[in-house]
């Protein structure tokens, strides 16, 4: 048997907010999707859903909000100073920056922010 990693699914309180940062993030989303249950966007191979906490409740039969960190979320950017800039976008729009853009030991540009619904997002190059 093989198995494929298809999609990546997210929870969401507001799908406004939550769209509005992925747009940030630079994908391409329609404004009229803020307003559906579940969306579902597609960027070079990679699909993301999105689905509100009652969409997730009629699934799982419930749903409590998680805490701490448990998935994160992470995209490469062309080059150090794209990472700077998409951080400093992010920030500007009114979500939280976790930790501002450094040079990490590992070798690569490295910034955190966390999405509307807290959830952290790793920008790197």
Excluded at 67 to 81: K, P, V
Excluded at 101 to 106: I, M, S, T, Y
Aim: aromatic share 12%; proline share 3%.
């Amino acid at each position: 048997m093989t198995v494929k990693l298809d999609m990546i699914g997210i929870v969401v309180e507001d799908m406004g907010k939550a769209l509005g940062f992925y747009r940030a993030l630079g994908f391409e989303i329609p404004e009229t999707a803020d307003r559906e249950p579940h969306v579902e966007i597609a960027q070079k191979g990679v699909r993301i859903a999105f689905d509100t906490v009652e969409v997730a409740r009629g699934v799982y039969g419930s749903w409590e909000r998680p805490s701490g960190h448990r998935i994160e979320l992470a995209f490469r950017c062309a080059d150090a100073s794209s990472v700077d800039a998409l951080y400093r976008g992010i920030v500007e729009r009114g979500y939280e920056g976790r930790r501002e853009p450094w040079d990490a030991f590992w070798g690569q540009r490295y910034a955190i922010v966390a999405d509307s619904d807290g959830n952290l997002i790793s920008l790197f190059a």
